[in-house]
T-cell receptor, first 111, second 114 residues
Framework: TQLLEQSPQFLSIQEGENLTVYCNSS?????LQWYRQEPGEGPVLLVT?????EVKKLKRLTFQFGDARKDSSLHITAAQPGDTGLYLC???????????FGKGTMLLVSP | DAEITQSPRHKITETGRQVTLACHQT?????MFWYRQDLGHGLRLIHY???????NKGEVSDGYSVSRSNTEDLPLTLESAASSQTSVYFC?????????????FGPGTRLTVL
């Protein structure tokens, strides 16, 4: 059983469209992170959220941590081809110091 | 600039051979991690270390070992490589043991076990 469920697994959209990626769990997390990974490279951190209900914005990307700290979402406005990549959510369970990763959402943005 | 490097980037080996993957970071971070990434499984933690002489097992540690003799390096050893260990391996480091701290990842090593 996957602790962190990401959906959708794959998303193919046109430039300019909006999209939302979800990361859900039945467990409570002390913090949750979103990483982006490009082919042939390691993941790179986009954001960390630690407070239930927290919303963070990074240019066209909006991240939200659920009130109960069991879920998170990533919303991209007006997607661009440069947004193409694998988006990974990762969380730390309460009382644990290591991260658990979701399987990822592969995003393809076509011009 | 500080960085984290992995070598080799690609490795092909045979079943039963011992293989060591290198990870070197110049961030001077105390914490280092090894993950494997497979289709359908995402990133899974193999071993991690919070400092010199400290090592801990992760979710999928069977068949792997690590040792930490200095701050900069955490080599990952496959004692007797198996085909199930064909994967892409990532090393990462972080400054603190706080779970929400940024992990900096290396470029990965693609290992094929024939």
């Amino acid at each position: 059983t996957q602790l962190l469920e990401q959906s959708p697994q794959f998303l193919s959209i046109q430039e300019g469209e909006n999209l939302t990626v979800y990361c859900n769990s039945s467990s409570v997390f002390s913090s949750l992170q979103w990483y982006r990974q490009e082919p042939g490279e390691g993941p790179v951190l986009l954001v960390t959220v630690v407070t239930g209900g927290e919303v963070k914005k990074l240019k066209r990307l909006t991240f939200q941590f659920g009130d109960a700290r069991k879920d998170s979402s990533l919303h991209i406005t007006a997607a661009q081809p440069g947004d193409t990549g694998l988006y990974l959510c990762a969380g730390a369970l309460l009382g644990y110091s290591t991260l658990t990763f979701g399987k990822g959402t592969m995003l393809l943005v076509s011009p | 600039d500080a960085e984290i490097t992995q070598s080799p980037r690609h490795k092909i080996t045979e079943t039963g051979r011992q293989v060591t993957l290198a990870c070197h970071q110049t961030w001077n971070h105390n914490n280092m991690f090894w993950y494997r990434q497979d289709l359908g499984h995402g990133l899974r933690l193999i071993h991690y270390s919070y400092g010199v002489q400290d090592t801990n097992k992760g979710e999928v540690s069977d068949g792997y070992s690590v040792s930490r003799s200095n701050t900069e390096d955490l080599p990952l050893t496959l004692e007797s490589a198996a085909s199930s260990q064909t994967s892409v391996y990532f090393c990462a480091s972080s400054e603190s043991s706080w779970s929400a701290d940024t992990q900096y990842f290396g470029p990965g090593t693609r290992l094929t076990v024939l």
